[in-house]
């Protein structure tokens, strides 16, 4: 299923059970799956046009009146379109507002370099208050949400709204503040968020055939990230490698390095080098970026290499 | 009550010149401006009770040109939402009365708004949860001219049109000041009246929103207009610094400017007409 369907799914259950569980659209809900709700939840959906800003600080303003607003849009304007309104209206008045943006990074295709977001983790990330998930497929996806819907404060969401590859089986038990082990290794770690976790498994696969011994722990909660986790496996391996779709700078391996600063470790990078986005199909934008599963086998050879 | 309302203004603006003079500096013109239009919201019109304060479904008051802080907290205090002697806190480290209102902060305060253009976003929001809720309350918000400038007030005048938000009372402080210069050589917002019909919204233009007998008729009307399915905005045409000459002089100087507590005493002075 599509990661916005199930997405929609939850937030229909929500709303079912619930009436002060609303929903606010800038005019993008056909793109987050939730249209179609509008028509059975009339009095807790609310579309604000194409008025980002308006959207963030009016969902500040049912939450002051005891409703659980979530807000969406694509990842740019959910984000830094809405810094400001996010900063002081959602975090700063410590107002209880869940915000999803759709598209992440790369996965923008064809939207091209003004929708395709490598910066929002970063912009997130600033803003004291905030925490930031990033789900990988469906399982995490559900087991997640009623987590979120019940978690009281600001809470950014990435979200691939596309199919993903599963990478979590029937058994997976969610923490939102604990990251997940999915392989255990020696030689070197791969800390790694959003769309590129199952090409990370596989990766470590291949690796594990070379000899090298790979752990690979997804770090769904950016912020605040599990520093007991992270620094725990990067003393075991002795070496680092962040994965993400996102720029190198702001995101994932900036959170890794800062909880790693004072452990003498490698931290190498994999992900967007400090560039825009461009328009293309995925398989492009890797290319183009050097993302690529071939990319991927060489930074974790050379990250390995590192210590 | 008129009489007592006008009383009531100079005791406000009083301790608005008390607290900022103590303190040396403020946002004193913008706070000036706007006593009539607090005196008749938390003395006359307003459903709310200083004892519980967070009541479900009092009537509520988004000072969305938050830097008028110090003005609210006057009401406040007058009101009796805490003691006046907390009035000489004001923006001093540990505070519980920063220079922008903070609901987190203060007690009485709904929103918190400082940055320019949030807060009235947030009333619509406020405006639509009470419709949700059914709970019949109006929701108050006051902006800034120069705040007008800030594409976000649009963006909610917009909304709360189109979602028949007619519990929504909006007000602006029409004094025609900015920080840079007058509004007018800025960026001009007139014709103001004209962009809110626009926009969808009953218009009340207060000649002189410094007169509370004037303010008090225009919140009454505005009330009434509820039955029309849509907000309402009552411009209120003010001075900036009213009530102490020296400061009214100043003009668009006046915004955030030193005060000592000399020049306060001598402004509380002829506030109370004893010079």
Known sequence: ?307 | MNTDLKTICKDIRCDIMTCIGHLGVGHIGGCLSIVELLAVLYFEEMNIDPAEPKKAGRDRFVCSKGHAGPAVYAALANRGYFPKSELLTLNQGGTHLPSHCDMNLTTGIDMTAGSLGQGFSCAAGIALGSKLEGDGATIYALVGDGESQEGQIWEAAMFAAAKGLSNLIGFTDYNKLQIDDTVAKVNDIAPLGDKWAAFGWNVIDVEDGNDVEQVSAAVKQAKSYRSTGRPTMVILNTVKGKGVKWIEELGAGNHNTNVNEEQAAAAIREIRGEE
């Not at chain 1, 977001?117 to 789900?135: A, H, L, N």
């Not at chain 1, 404060?153 to 990251?179: I, S």
């Open chain 1, 1 to 307: 299923m599509e990661m916005r369907a199930a997405y929609a799914e939850c937030l229909a259950k929500f709303m079912e059970e619930d009436r002060h569980v609303v929903v606010l659209d800038a005019d993008l809900a056909k793109a987050s799956g939730t249209r179609k709700l509008y028509d059975r939840f009339p009095g807790q959906m609310f579309d604000c046009g194409v008025a980002e800003q308006d959207m963030a600080s009016i969902a500040a303003g049912l939450a002051s009146y005891g409703f659980k607003p979530w807000i969406e849009s694509f990842t740019p304007f959910a984000t830094r379109r809405i810094c400001d309104q996010i900063t002081i209206s959602i975090s700063y008045a410590r107002q209880n507002v869940k915000i999803v943006g759709t598209d992440p990074g790369i996965s923008a295709e064809l939207n091209g370099g003004t929708h395709m977001s490598m910066e929002d983790i970063g912009v997130v990330r600033s803003i004291p208050g905030m925490v930031i998930f990033e789900p990988v497929d469906e399982t995490q996806l559900r087991a997640a949400m009623p987590v979120l819907n019940a978690y009281v404060g600001p809470v950014y969401m990435r979200l691939f709204r596309k199919v993903t590859p599963d990478v979590f089986g029937p058994d997976y038990k969610f923490d939102l503040f604990k990251a997940d082990t999915l392989r255990e290794g020696r030689d070197l770690t791969v800390f790694v968020s959003g769309m590129f976790t199952r090409d990370v498994l596989d990766a470590a696969g291949e690796l594990a055939a070379e000899g090298l011994d790979v752990e690979v722990i997804n770090v769904h909660t950016i912020k605040p990230i599990d520093r007991e986790t992270v620094i725990a496996s990067a003393r075991k391996t002795g070496a680092v490698l962040t994965v993400e779709n996102h720029n190198v700078v702001g995101g994932l391996h900036s959170a890794v390095c800062e909880a790693l600063a004072l452990e003498r470790i490698p931290v190498s990078a994999f992900g967007v080098q400090d560039r825009f986005g461009e328009v293309g199909k995925i398989p492009y934008l890797r290319r183009a970026m050097g993302l690529t599963k071939e990319d991927l086998l060489a930074a974790a050879r050379r990250a390995a290499a590192a210590k």
